[in-house]
């Protein structure tokens, strides 16, 4: 069973970076598109950004300019780089394929302070 990992979470102030990492048990990442999701307290779970097996992106648009998502397909890794981050963008952020066809993860803590 695929378990996936998520971690390179932390606490930032507003304007600072971070960089996810996910990384799956089993061999899912060359036919897959993978995804970024986020859920704040209170709120829905949302993809933030998914990628290809070809390396294709797309991002949401609140998003769009300061995320950075990316795969490395022989380590089983996909990454979010999150540059200019707001409070907004505090959440648990989890990885899944595109579609959620697998168990979640625990997810990572992203908290941004003003």
């Known amino acids: 069973q695929v378990q996936l990992v998520e971690s390179g979470g932390g606490s930032v102030q507003a304007g600072g970076s971070l960089r996810l990492t996910c990384t799956a048990s089993?061999?899912?990442?060359?036919?897959?598109?993978m995804g970024w999701y986020r859920q704040a307290p209170g709120k829905q779970r949302d993809l933030v950004a998914w990628?290809?097996?070809?390396?294709?992106?797309v991002y949401a648009g609140s998003v769009k300019g300061r995320f950075t998502i990316s795969r490395d397909n022989a380590k089983n890794t996909v990454s979010l780089q999150m540059n200019s981050l707001k409070p907004d963008d505090t959440a648990v952020y989890y990885c899944?394929?595109?579609?959620?066809?697998?168990?979640w993860g625990r997810g990572t803590q992203v908290t941004v302070s003003s």
């Open positions: 990628i290809t097996s070809f390396g294709s992106t």
């Open positions: 899944n394929t595109l579609g959620a066809t697998i168990d």
């Open positions: 089993g061999s899912i990442f060359s036919t897959n598109a």
